[in-house]
């Protein structure tokens, strides 16, 4: 029954982007963040290599202070960019969500729509970031070690299945806290816990989409080819991803279809029985 219940959701979300092509917007905005970015690190690139030609033809007893030029040189560029660009793809990604939630109320999504959702939902959506990229940052090396871990014991055991399995579970997590956030008006940990708590109890359908897109995204490069996907690849996988959270988003609205946050909060702390609504 899950699964005949996704492929509607696959259906009529097919049929709204078609009829609804607004919703694609954030695609082109992305290229445009893209070259900037791809401009500011050949700059950057380009300033070290002027910087350090010295050094590069130095003796071989310069080459520590060589690099910790680098490490210092690099260390502000890459701060300045993770802010610069950082704000740039929330306020999209936000825009983005606004687009698609008012496509499921029923409303045209425009570019007026998508500046509502940058001024409604942007400081949580960029806060939200903020917090789970440093909270990730911080823990990198317990991470890391138990990640090697995993991976020497139970991937080699499984063929390297487990490990897809983990990166699946852990995008399943996260993926819908900007869709609770704007839909249900959150603060950015409800919405991380109604996201944790909707992967939970329905970790069939969530996961299910998580991996389709990514294979999706994947099947496009072997189609395509690398030359194609060179010049095309930022149009191809863009159109993919903003349809997978359409469905994403259809998912999450059928399956926590209930009149407020309360409700809905009650309903996924209780377990359900996989796949059913959360009512």
Do not use: C
Request: aromatic share 16%; glycine share 8%; no cysteine.
């Amino acid at each position: 029954m899950w699964f005949e219940n996704l492929m509607d959701d696959f259906k009529s979300s097919l049929q709204s982007a078609f009829d609804n092509q607004g919703i694609f917007i954030p695609i082109f905005l992305k290229l445009g963040v893209g070259i900037l970015m791809a401009a500011y690190f050949v700059y950057f690139l380009i300033k070290w290599i002027v910087g350090s030609s010295y050094f590069l033809s130095a003796p071989y007893r310069l080459f520590p202070e060589l690099i910790w030029r680098t490490f210092k040189g690099a260390a502000v560029p890459i701060i300045v960019a993770y802010i610069l660009f950082g704000l740039l793809y929330a306020v999209i990604e936000v825009g983005q969500i606004n687009l698609l939630s008012a496509l499921m109320r029923g409303q045209k999504p425009t570019m007026q729509v998508f500046k509502e959702g940058i001024g409604h939902y942007f400081g949580k959506v960029f806060g939200g970031r903020l917090f789970i990229h440093l909270l990730a940052l911080i823990l990198s090396p317990i991470l890391l070690i138990l990640g090697v871990i995993y991976a020497l014991t139970v991937g080699i055991l499984s063929g390297g299945w487990a490990i897809v399995l983990l990166t699946v579970t852990i995008q399943a997590l996260f993926a819908s806290w900007t869709i609770a956030l704007v839909h249900h008006d959150l603060g950015f940990f409800e919405a991380l816990g109604m996201s944790f708590k909707l992967a939970r109890y329905q970790y069939k359908t969530v996961a299910l989409i998580v991996w389709s897109s990514a294979v999706l995204q994947a099947y496009a490069i072997g189609i395509f080819g690398p030359v194609g996907i060179f010049f095309a690849g930022w149009f191809i996988g863009g159109v993919i991803s903003i349809y997978m959270k359409l469905v994403l988003y259809k998912a999450y609205v059928r399956l926590t279809e209930v009149d407020t946050y309360s409700d809905v909060e009650a309903s996924l702390m209780s377990p359900v029985e996989d796949e059913t609504p959360l009512t």
